[in-house]
């Protein structure tokens, strides 16, 4: 599974930004996408997740109200819609995914692929 990930840029605060994320190769039943992201000097946090089959969604707290992430089957890839954006938003966002999504959604060892990271930066 490869991961291609797109849409960062540099936005004003209050902005709307949405990234991609296309998946290619072999899907599996169990499979599950995510964001992440990492600011300088950070470590990488969870953003949100969705479920492929059933289409559970979870998000972070910072990302609830604000953020969305919807799926496009056909096309194997995933978005995060950004709205209302802050300076504290900026960062490198990474889009995961996982073989067999379990019960723990928010952590990074939970997924087996990693995109190359797309950054999105928060003008205030």
């Known amino acids: 599974v490869q991961l291609q990930a797109s849409g960062g840029g540099l936005v004003q605060a209050g902005a709307s930004l949405r990234l991609s994320c296309a998946a290619s190769?072999?899907?599996?039943?169990?499979?599950?996408m995510a964001w992440f992201r990492q600011a300088p000097g950070k470590d990488r946090e969870f953003v949100g997740a969705i479920r492929w089959s059933g289409g559970n969604i979870y998000y972070a707290d910072s990302a609830k109200g604000r953020f969305t992430i919807f799926r496009d089957n056909s096309k194997k890839t995933i978005y995060l819609q950004m709205n209302s954006t802050k300076p504290e938003d900026t960062a490198v966002y990474y889009c995961?995914?996982?073989?067999?999504?379990?019960?723990?959604?928010?952590?990074?060892?939970?997924?087996?692929?990693w995109g190359q990271g797309t950054l999105v930066t928060v003008s205030s």
């Open positions: 995961a995914a996982a073989r067999s999504l379990g019960l723990v959604v928010n952590l990074r060892r939970m997924y087996d692929y």
């Open positions: 190769g072999r899907t599996f039943s169990g499979y599950g």
